[in-house]
């Protein structure tokens, strides 16, 4: 069998330091936010070559407090690609902007710069690219598009832990960057985690706020604010965690190199890493037309495999008030006919990597 992520392999791998990281939260009993937490703040803005990040329960608290901190209200409107998870989409919502959707590019499937300027009006505030499968936007046209007119960039950066634009780190780049440490994620919680980078302490002040009700001081609620605080013990297992990331992800990206060697002319499009980007596979994402017979093939030989995702946010039933319609971003949506996402994880073997790709081949042939 080979699973689409393995992280029993990967906790296995790292066992004694994570329970005696766990160990010393309970000793401590700093159960939410505390020392632990605070000292991954530092070690992740550091990681990612910035100067402060607050770290929350969640990816999509993550962008909702770093819209809020930008000011995001009701009246503006946030640009964001049409493909993505739908958290993307939902924390502008969260905030009372409207989201206003872009098509991806079709060969980094990440926002098209080209259109975004045609979607800018007077109430857009900001925009919201995303990281999609680990590799960046197109950063350097997309911070000047946003110069130009004046707008704020906030990165989701929640699938990009480490990624890299011509060799700087994914949410380094704009106002604010947003991490998810969903357990699936590169850099994975054991249960929910998420965290904003920035470099202005501002917006540091106004994020610590919110996350613990809009106090500065206990009781003393400045901003009316939310729970999103991170657990200690998740601060504490992200530590150890990142210790190991730089090696985890040239893991992924070996065998994405290996993927691609074993599926050329496999009757199936490989993911393209752009020429400016260190792309981090969260997702290896090939394309076939024949998406739903090939799933089947890999699952009949035990391959698990998944899509990300099958719809672009703007056909979401939950979204249809957006009023856009099917046709409206035909290479978001043809990637949502077409997308798979092959087994990926820094443990997958040679064996495994040849057993899928070898069901891949044998169903092309068929
Ligand atoms: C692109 C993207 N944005 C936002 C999120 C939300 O993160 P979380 O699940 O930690 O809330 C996720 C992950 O789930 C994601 O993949």
């Known amino acids: 069998m080979v699973p689409f992520v393995d992280l029993k392999a990967q906790y296995h791998s790292i066992q004694d330091e994570i329970t005696s990281a766990i160990r010393g939260v309970l000793e401590s009993c700093q159960f939410t936010l505390g020392k632990e937490v605070a000292a991954f703040e530092e070690e992740f803005a550091a990681y990612c070559g910035v100067k402060h990040a607050v770290a929350v329960n969640s990816g999509t ?16 409107e946030v640009i ?43 109430r857009t505030r900001a925009i919201l690219p995303v990281h999609l499968y680990g590799q960046p936007a197109d950063m350097d046209p997309l911070l000047t598009v946003a110069k130009r007119h004046n707008l704020l960039v906030i990165e989701d950066a929640a699938q990009a832990h480490g990624a890299e634009y011509n060799g ?32 202005n302490p501002e917006y540091v002040r106004t994020i610590r706020m919110l996350r613990d009700w809009g106090a500065e001081k206990k009781y003393q609620h400045v901003l009316k604010g939310y729970n999103y605080r991170m657990e200690g013990i998740q601060g504490a297992v992200l530590r150890v965690k990142l210790r190991h990331l730089e090696a985890w992800t040239e893991a992924r990206r070996a065998n994405a190199r290996r ?108």
């Open 80 to 122: 964001a690609p049409a493909m993505t998870f739908v958290a993307t989409v939902a924390a502008i919502w969260y905030t009372g902007a409207k989201p206003v959707l872009v098509d991806i590019d079709p060969q980094s499937y990440t926002i098209d710069v080209s259109r975004i300027e045609a979607a800018i009006t007077p």
């Open 259 to 366: 993927y691609d060697t074993l599926l050329a002319g496999a009757g199936v499009v490989t993911p393209r890493a752009m020429p400016y980007a260190r792309h981090v596979y969260h997702i290896y994402a090939i394309r076939t037309s024949q998406r739903a017979d090939l799933q089947e093939a890999l699952r009949q030989r035990d391959v698990q495999s998944g899509i990300h995702y099958p719809q672009p946010v703007h056909l979401l039933e939950a979204y249809r008030d957006l009023a856009y319609r099917p046709g409206s971003f035909p290479v978001s949506e043809q990637l949502g006919n077409e997308e798979l996402s092959l087994p990926m994880f820094a443990e997958l073997t040679e064996v495994q990597a040849q057993e899928v790709a070898s069901a891949i081949r044998a169903f092309a042939k068929r």
């Open 168 to 199: 700087r780190r994914a949410g380094s780049f704009g106002e604010m960057g947003c991490f998810s440490f969903y357990p699936g994620k590169n850099l994975g919680a054991y249960g929910e985690g998420g965290l904003v980078t920035t470099n």
């Open 61 to 76: 608290s993550a962008l909702h407090l770093a819209l809020l901190a930008a000011g995001i209200g009701p009246g503006a």
